[in-house]
């Protein structure tokens, strides 16, 4: 009986492991596929991916997403890093709620998030372009950033930044010295999960991209309007390898951020 009540669990997580992981699996070798119909295997080849440097809309959306990211991740950890740092030092009136608040642009669906800033731009006339994107991933990538930089900040250990007073330090001399050094792998953990999210956006950057302004994933999605080809394949495995380190470095900062703070 006891074999049989491990048998099913473990059923359903190989079934649940085999949904996720089967069609990117298959992605993945079909962006090797020499041939350019995807339901025929042609042999192994590299040439979709060396094909891919030589287009020059990849090539422009390439620097585009590069440019947006940088910014933006930029940007949000730092604005991010501030506001938790304000949340921790001080109590104001209405706190929880703005708490509340600040959390809001991150469950907003991202279709009514891109129309809400569309219409903004347009009621103050403001010309869709680069600038409109990082402003868009600025919007819904700070509250992820406050909320892993503030979860560091409340695993902190008060007496050291009490300590650092007694010895001589101003506030902003503590605050420098003493809270940044100690919560900077939950920033660095916030930076990398702001590049993720903001490589992968797709549907709010449409409203608020313009013409001649697209990121990697806006590409993807027109190309595959036209129908699924192996450099599509190869494209999207690229983002895939770049989201899945982006990833594991993110959760090696953040243990070793929950590793400090117990410590």
């Known amino acids: 009986m006891k ?5 099913v669990p473990n059923s359903y997580i190989i079934i649940m492991l085999a949904f996720l992981y089967i069609p990117i699996m298959v992605m993945i070798a079909l962006s090797f596929n020499q041939s350019a119909i995807s339901s025929v295997w042609g042999g ?8 891919l440097f030589q287009r020059q809309d990849v090539i422009k959306a390439v620097w ?10 930029l940007v949000s950890v730092s604005l991010a890093t501030l506001g938790a740092i304000g949340f921790y030092k001080y109590d104001f009136k209405g ?25 903004l731009y347009n009621i103050l006339h403001i010309q869709l372009g680069e600038p409109t994107i990082i402003i868009a991933h ?8 406050f909320s892993t930089i503030k979860g560091t900040l409340d ?4 007496s050291i930044e009490e300590a650092a007073r ?20 939950g920033v660095l953990s916030a930076a990398l999960m702001c590049v993720t999210i903001s490589m992968d956006d797709v549907l709010t950057s449409y409203f608020v991209s313009g013409s001649g302004h697209n990121t990697l994933s806006m590409l993807i999605y027109s190309l595959v309007k036209k129908g699924v080809k192996p450099d599509i394949n190869a494209l999207s495995t690229i983002m895939i390898v770049l989201s899945v380190l982006l990833g594991l470095i993110s959760q090696i900062a953040g243990s070793r951020s929950k590793g400090r703070s117990e410590e």
């Not at 600025?138 to 950033?145: E, G, K, R, S």
Request: hydrophobic letters at 45%; one cysteine or more.
């Open 95 to 119: 706190k929880s709620l703005l708490d509340s608040m600040l959390y809001l642009p991150a469950v907003v669906p991202p279709l009514v998030l891109g129309i809400a800033l569309f219409s």
């Open 44 to 51: 192994f080849s590299l040439d979709w991916y060396k094909t």
């Open 155 to 158: 695993g902190f250990d008060h």
């Open 138 to 145: 600025i919007t819904f990538c700070t509250p992820f950033a």
């Open 64 to 73: 585009t997403t590069v440019r947006v990211t940088g910014i933006s991740t």
């Open 166 to 185: 007694d010895l001589g330090c101003g506030q902003m001399q503590a605050i420098l010295k003493v809270i940044v050094p100690n919560i900077m792998p």
């Open 3 to 7: 074999k049989k009540r491990q048998l």
